[in-house]
């Protein structure tokens, strides 16, 4: 058992990813604003560790005036690409923010927490609890 122990305390949680290996996914209430900080929209919102982005529904970000900065293409799981807009939003979880490129998503109902934002914020994903626990922030 104490060698168990002692293997369990050299194990890393690193940010970003999903305690067990396996992606998780489950919900999580969050806070997207606009860099300014004046507006803002209480979200519930997927997280998805398979994701390597955080996507907002469009609708919610044009509302907060986030500005479309930039496109990329993405590959979907699917295989098909799309061309998707990014804007800078701050994103708040639980008493923390961090400014975050995020996606304007396509799906009205549809927020998604991408591993990107989890290592912005230091957390992986624990989806046998359904919550975001601290890891280990590496250079």
Not at 23 to 50: H, M, Q
Not at 117 to 133: I, K, N, Q, S, W
């Amino acid at each position: 058992m104490a060698e168990i122990e002692q293997k369990a305390e050299r194990w890393v949680i690193l940010p970003g990813t999903t305690i067990g290996g396996n992606v998780g996914v489950f919900d999580v209430e969050f806070t997207v604003g606009s860099a300014d900080g004046d507006s803002f929209a209480r979200l519930i919102g997927v997280v998805d560790t398979g994701a390597l982005n955080t996507v907002i529904p469009e609708r919610v970000l044009d509302g907060l005036g986030i500005a479309r900065d930039e496109s990329e293409i993405f590959t979907l799981a699917d295989g098909s690409n799309v061309e998707v807009d990014l804007g800078l939003a701050l994103i708040w979880i639980e008493d923390r923010s961090r400014a975050v490129h995020v996606a304007f998503g396509s799906d009205p109902e549809l927020a998604l927490i991408g591993a990107m934002t989890l290592e912005r914020f230091g957390v992986a994903a624990d989806p046998v609890h359904r919550r975001l626990v601290p890891a280990r922030i590496t250079m």
